[in-house]
């Protein structure tokens, strides 16, 4: 019942007769020409003996395969692969680590060969790229910070969009990736009705020249590489935003050319920080070092770049990062509770409980101050850090056996993300799923059992 909507998206991973004699044929071409290949179908490197597989169990060879051309096939991209040097100084296998996190399970990347001066051409054009469209837009002096966003200061907002948060297109396709995770028809179906939404948003950031773009792509596709592990996603948005920024924008814009580049690479695991950085430092130069934005890229950096799979460190840099804020005359309120958001999840992600209590209480504190009142009206962000808060808490309470306040958790989810973004909206479609699970494991009955049974009640006696 998904076929249509899964080719739709351009998910389906089975290769069709029409691809692979378009293969076929660029291949006997470039081969002519002495040029080697690698074809990518729908985002995906292949693998030429996927071809052969195919031909043979249609009874073919490569030679049947007629050389006239048909019609192009869209879902083909061929290149010329980087060259490999001839004895590397480092190899590894390629397997790869899997680890849980109490919330996703993600992958860990192997170390990969080290390539040749040439392979270092992309990273340095896509820093130019990034670093242009940075520069020039502050330059503009269009773009200014306020309300938590670089904000186009030549649009006039109206007063109804300010009274209810606007999480931006990035942060809906992380959302509707976790209610795609959730599994259920109906998620799914909603999930892709989200997964359209964010792609409509990103035309009219690209329209804009919004510099948010950037840092929040860079953002997205760490994220979805290294917990979603689903790039293929990624990969078409980034067809997107390179098809429409060359159209509305020109071939040799920054965002055509970066979209176009980073399309290209088979991982981003490397070139993120490195990119991450340029955007960073853009930022400080014009908006200054000490900026509450330009301490939220830092604070970013600190557990999704230069300290994942060092743990320690990302918690050294945020217990220092919070004492800094703490022994500030005026902290800022949202950057606060966003280090101990983040302080939390890496201490999680140590794997240990021996911080139970500290996490719980840092995920408490930022859910407080989120929903504590309605902040949205002059801090647009709190929901979604609320939300976000919320979650994980969840999970560590029924982690220990606190049945009945995890559910407490999970409704009071639902009720908050209803109130502050609407019942339809992603965040509370997500909110629902988890309270709907919690629910079929245990129930309402079953949770207020499990909670007295844990506090040693005798069941017998008090049905009596």
Not at 113 to 137: A, G, M, V
Not at 305 to 329: H, I, P, V
Request: charged letters at 25%.
């Amino acid at each position: 019942m998904y076929k249509s909507r899964i080719t739709a998206w351009g998910l389906d991973k089975k290769m069709k007769g029409n691809e692979v004699r378009a293969i076929v044929r660029m291949r006997r071409m470039r081969l002519a020409a002495g040029k080697a290949s690698t074809f990518r179908v729908r985002g995906q490197v292949l693998d030429f003996d996927k071809v052969r597989s195919h031909l043979k169990r249609k009874g073919l060879t490569l030679e049947n395969v007629p050389s006239e051309s048909n019609s192009p096939v869209p879902s083909i991209e061929c290149y010329t692969p980087e060259r490999q040097p001839q004895e590397p100084s480092c190899s590894a296998t390629d397997s790869a680590l899997t680890a849980w996190n109490g919330r996703h399970m993600f992958r860990i990347p192997s170390p990969r060969l080290i390539f040749s001066p040439d392979s270092l051409r992309t990273p340095e054009q896509l820093s130019r790229d990034i670093h242009t469209y940075f520069t020039e837009s502050f330059a503009s002096s269009r773009w200014v910070y306020g309300r938590g966003y670089l904000v186009d200061v030549t649009r006039s907002t109206p007063l109804q969009e300010k009274l209810r948060p606007e999480p931006h297109w990035s942060q809906i396709m992380e959302w509707a990736a976790l209610l795609f995770n959730a599994g259920g028809a109906a998620n799914v179906i909603k999930a892709g009705q989200h997964f359209q939404q964010a792609f409509i948003q990103v035309e009219d950031v690209i329209r804009a020249e919004e510099p948010s773009l950037m840092y929040r792509l860079l953002a997205l596709l760490d994220e979805f590489e290294a917990y979603y592990e689903k790039p293929e996603i990624v990969r078409i948005l980034l067809k997107h935003i390179h098809s429409l920024a060359s159209v509305i924008l020109g071939m040799k814009h920054p965002i055509a050319s970066a979209s176009r580049q980073l399309s290209f690479l088979d991982t981003w695991t490397n070139i993120s920080e490195l990119l991450w950085n340029v955007v960073t430092d853009t930022c400080g130069r014009f908006l200054g070092r000490d900026h509450a934005f330009t301490r939220q890229l830092q604070l970013n950096t600190f557990t999704r770049f230069s300290s994942r799979g060092n743990w320690s460190l990302a918690e050294t840099q945020l217990r220092a990062f919070l004492s800094k804020l703490r022994q500030s005359s005026d902290p800022h309120p949202y950057l606060y509770f966003l280090a101990q958001n983040q302080l939390a999840w890496v201490l999680m992600e140590q794997g240990s409980f021996i911080h139970s209590a500290e996490v719980e209480q840092l995920l408490q504190e930022s859910s407080r101050w989120a929903f504590g009142d309605p902040k949205y009206m002059v801090e647009p962000r709190a929901p979604a850090l609320g939300t976000e808060s919320l979650r994980p808490l969840a999970w560590l309470q029924e982690r220990r056996g606190a049945i009945l306040q995890a559910e407490e958790t999970l409704r009071y989810n639902c009720e908050m993300c209803t109130t502050c973004f609407g019942r339809e909206y992603v965040a509370t479609l997500i909110a629902i799923a988890d309270y709907e699970g919690f629910l079929l494991r245990y129930g309402k009955v079953g949770a207020a059992m499990s909670v007295r049974d844990h506090a040693g009640v005798n069941l017998e006696d008090e049905a009596v």
